[in-house]
């Protein structure tokens, strides 16, 4: 026999219900607060409740007066006013708060215990799917997106003072100055020593764009980057690619490292030196923190859901690339037909990501065709293709360029430029490297020889 005692309700605070409802009639304007805070009526456990916080929003959309009289009106056009014990048990809520200052520490309860409850319920959820034995792909990819969207809710504190920020930052420099290592530790640099001069190497949150026309190599030099990082910093990276398979990314990545030109890896003409080199890049890449999703057309929510698992198994997460930006999809239905939207909703959304993992994102972009028709083929801002968000959103907005692949007389043949066309934190420049086609490597002018 289950005793009384045993029987748990789901995580609620009546009281902190009523004092919520309670401050917006005392003050129309703590509606303000809540709906910075994001509160809904679904956040009420009591049934009543939920009914007048609904009866309250409504009132406040329609830019009414709100107190026990419009109240009452409003539930009784929605039939609710004798299910909420009609207009004495409102007078009870009107009176039931002291003063509306706290409204905001009240509604933070209200909605740090609606999402206990719906932290239940997906549990709850989950356990039932468990014993339904679906296909375990399909179950493992529906838990993911129960916990995707619990992590959406907003439970953020108010506005810092900047006293305190100054406090938190104070502290932040005298733990630099007393370990100075820690200054390192958070950024990737690519290991050309002007590119990193000018950028101070690519820091955690940033969202980097880096744009050229095709043939012109940016994914070889996305790749160059991110075996500098990984095998000489021991970053941690992962690498989406939309474009190309992961087979070829690897014949790519074996070619730079192991300096086997890439046509005799396409077409398999190896000898025994080859073999012993291609080896030792085997060998060297085997235990550097390189993962790699060829997945095409990955969405928004996959995209985080992949970065988030990475990051909670190996415990840091230093560098993403993803090559490139105009094959993503955000994987919402409002965007169809409105390719320009939609990209301007992947570069914000990419910056958000960047910020809440902690560590910079490189995404490859095409550049229109406009760069062709000009006399002077050196790309500029305006060429971003799809969306002038990317440059808005962008901290760095790096553009690759190669003057032989215009002109095969040039006395710039092996060379490309780097062109920093946006750099937030300080000035843009030039940058040149030179290029070895035969081995898709980008190297310092000075190591080149």
Same mark, same amino acid.
């Given at each position: 026999?289950?005793?009384?005692?045993?029987?748990?309700?789901?995580?609620?605070?009546?009281?902190?219900?009523?004092?919520?409802?309670?401050?917006?009639?005392?003050?129309?304007?703590?509606?303000?607060?809540?709906?910075?805070?994001?509160?809904?009526?679904?956040?009420?456990?009591?049934?009543?409740?939920?009914?007048?916080?609904?009866?309250?929003?409504?009132?406040?959309?329609?830019?009414?007066?709100?107190?026990?009289?419009?109240?009452?009106?409003?539930?009784?056009?929605?039939?609710?006013?004798?299910?909420?014990?009609?207009?004495?048990?409102?007078?009870?809520?009107?009176?039931?708060?002291?003063?509306?200052?706290?409204?905001?520490?009240?509604?933070?309860?209200?909605?740090?215990?609606?999402?206990?409850?719906?932290?239940?319920?997906?549990?709850?959820?989950?356990?039932?799917?468990?014993?339904?034995?679906?296909?375990?792909?399909?179950?493992?990819?529906?838990?993911?997106?129960?916990?995707?969207?619990?992590?959406?809710?907003?439970?953020?504190?108010?506005?810092?003072?900047?006293?305190?920020?100054?406090?938190?930052?104070?502290?932040?420099?005298?733990?630099?100055?007393?370990?100075?290592?820690?200054?390192?530790?958070?950024?990737?640099?690519?290991?050309?020593?002007?590119?990193?001069?000018?950028?101070?190497?690519?820091?955690?949150?940033?969202?980097?764009?880096?744009?050229?026309?095709?043939?012109?190599?940016?994914?070889?030099?996305?790749?160059?980057?991110?075996?500098?990082?990984? #095998? @000489? &910093?021991?970053?941690?990276?992962?690498?989406?690619?939309? *474009?190309?398979?992961? +087979?070829?990314?690897?014949?790519? %990545?074996?070619?730079?490292?192991?300096?086997?030109?890439?046509?005799?890896?396409?077409?398999?003409?190896?000898?025994?030196?080859?073999?012993?080199?291609?080896?030792?890049?085997?060998?060297?890449?085997?235990?550097?923190?390189?993962?790699?999703?060829?997945?095409?057309?990955?969405?928004?929510?996959?995209?985080?859901?992949?970065?988030?698992?990475?990051?909670?198994?190996?415990?840091?997460?230093?560098?993403?690339?993803?090559?490139?930006?105009?094959?993503?999809?955000?994987?919402?239905?409002?965007?169809?037909?409105?390719? #320009? @939207? &939609?990209?301007?909703?992947?570069?914000?959304?990419?910056? *958000?990501?960047?910020? +809440?993992?902690?560590?910079?994102? %490189?995404?490859?972009?095409?550049?229109?065709?406009?760069?062709?028709?000009?006399?002077?083929?050196?790309?500029?801002?305006?060429?971003?293709?799809?969306?002038?968000?990317?440059?808005?959103?962008?901290?760095?907005?790096?553009?690759?360029?190669?003057?032989?692949?215009?002109?095969?007389?040039?006395?710039?043949?092996?060379?490309?430029?780097?062109?920093?066309?946006?750099?937030?934190?300080?000035?843009?420049?030039?940058?040149?490297?030179?290029?070895?086609?035969?081995?898709?490597?980008?190297?310092?002018?000075?190591?080149?020889?």
């Amino acid at each position: 026999m289950v005793n009384i005692e045993d029987l748990k309700l789901p995580p609620h605070h009546l009281e902190a219900e009523k004092w919520v409802l309670s401050t917006v009639l005392i003050d129309n304007e703590v509606m303000y607060i809540l709906e910075w805070m994001a509160l809904e009526a679904k956040d009420f456990y009591q049934k009543e409740h939920e009914y007048i916080f609904a009866a309250l929003t409504n009132l406040r959309s329609t830019r009414k007066t709100i107190d026990v009289v419009t109240l009452s009106d409003e539930l009784g056009k929605a039939d609710h006013l004798d299910v909420v014990w009609g207009t004495d048990y409102l007078y009870e809520i009107a009176s039931f708060a002291i003063t509306s200052t706290v409204a905001h520490e009240y509604g933070k309860i209200v909605k740090e215990k609606a999402v206990l409850r719906n932290i239940l319920t997906a549990c709850q959820k989950i356990s039932g799917e468990v014993y339904d034995q679906e296909p375990v792909p399909v179950l493992l990819e529906r838990i993911e997106k129960r916990i995707f969207d619990l992590t959406q809710v907003n439970l953020s504190d108010s506005l810092m003072h900047i006293k305190d920020v100054l406090n938190q930052r104070v502290e932040e420099y005298m733990e630099l100055v007393d370990n100075p290592e820690k200054l390192e530790a958070g950024k990737v640099n690519t290991k050309y020593t002007a590119l990193d001069d000018m950028l101070g190497g690519f820091q955690p949150g940033q969202l980097i764009i880096l744009a050229a026309r095709p043939s012109m190599g940016k994914t070889a030099f996305a790749l160059n980057c991110v075996i500098n990082a990984a #095998v @000489q &910093e021991k970053k941690t990276i992962a690498m989406f690619s939309l *474009e190309m398979g992961n +087979e070829q990314l690897v014949d790519r %990545i074996l070619c730079t490292v192991s300096g086997t030109p890439m046509h005799k890896i396409t077409k398999w003409l190896l000898d025994d030196t080859d073999f012993a080199n291609l080896g030792e890049a085997m060998e060297t890449l085997s235990s550097a923190d390189m993962f790699m999703d060829d997945k095409g057309a990955v969405t928004l929510n996959e995209l985080r859901s992949k970065l988030r698992r990475l990051k909670i198994e190996k415990g840091k997460l230093d560098m993403v690339v993803i090559d490139y930006l105009q094959l993503m999809s955000a994987g919402w239905s409002k965007f169809a037909g409105n390719r #320009v @939207q &939609e990209v301007s909703e992947l570069s914000r959304w990419l910056k *958000e990501l960047a910020r +809440e993992l902690k560590c910079p994102i %490189i995404a490859l972009s095409q550049l229109s065709r406009a760069v062709e028709s000009r006399p002077d083929k050196r790309p500029m801002l305006s060429d971003l293709r799809e969306s002038w968000s990317i440059e808005q959103d962008a901290d760095i907005v790096m553009m690759l360029y190669r003057e032989d692949y215009y002109d095969p007389y040039t006395d710039k043949k092996g060379l490309a430029s780097i062109f920093v066309r946006k750099n937030r934190n300080g000035p843009g420049w030039e940058v040149e490297l030179q290029w070895m086609k035969e081995n898709m490597k980008f190297a310092n002018l000075e190591q080149a020889g």
